[in-house]
C-alpha cells in the first residue's frame, strides 16, 4: 500500500509564500506521476499543478508565474512552491499519485490512485 502525506500548509497574508511538501511512502515501483489538487469551502475540487514520468509539467491558468511543482531525485517527495498567494487561494491542497507495484505497469497519465489527506491554506482577504 503508498501512504502520501502532506506538509506545509498554514495561513499567510496576501502576496505571501508558502512551500507544501509531499511525502509518498509504501509499496512504490512505478511513480507515474504526481499532482496537487485544491479544494475551495463550498467548491469542486480541481487540479492545480501536475508532474509526469518525463518530468512534463501542468499548471491551472490562474497559477502560472505563481507556483511551482517539482520532485527530489527519487520521486517519492513533491512540493509545490506557492508565491505571491492571493484570497481565492485559500483550500485544502491535497496530493495525489499515479502509482503501481508492478513493473510491467503502464502509465496513463490521467489517472491518480492515491491521495493524501489535504492540507489546509488559507490567504485571508
Known amino acids: 500500500q503508498v501512504e502520501l502525506v502532506e506538509s506545509g500548509g498554514g495561513s499567510v497574508q496576501a502576496g505571501g509564500s508558502l512551500k507544501l511538501s509531499c511525502k509518498a511512502s509504501?509499496?512504490?515501483?512505478?511513480?507515474?506521476?504526481m499532482g496537487w489538487y485544491r479544494q475551495a469551502d463550498g467548491k469542486e475540487r480541481e487540479l492545480v499543478s501536475s508532474?509526469?514520468?518525463?518530468?512534463?509539467?501542468f499548471y491551472k491558468d490562474s497559477v502560472k508565474g505563481r507556483f511551482t511543482i517539482s520532485q527530489d531525485a527519487y520521486r517519492t517527495t513533491l512540493y509545490l512552491q506557492m508565491n505571491n498567494l492571493k484570497p481565492e487561494d485559500t483550500a485544502v491542497y491535497s496530493c495525489a499519485a499515479e502509482i503501481y507495484s508492478d513493473y510491467d505497469s503502464n502509465c496513463m497519465g490521467t489517472i491518480f490512485n492515491f491521495w493524501g489527506q489535504g492540507t489546509r491554506v488559507t490567504v485571508p482577504a
Open positions: 509504501g509499496h512504490i515501483v512505478v511513480n507515474c506521476g
Open positions: 508532474i509526469d514520468e518525463d518530468g512534463s509539467t
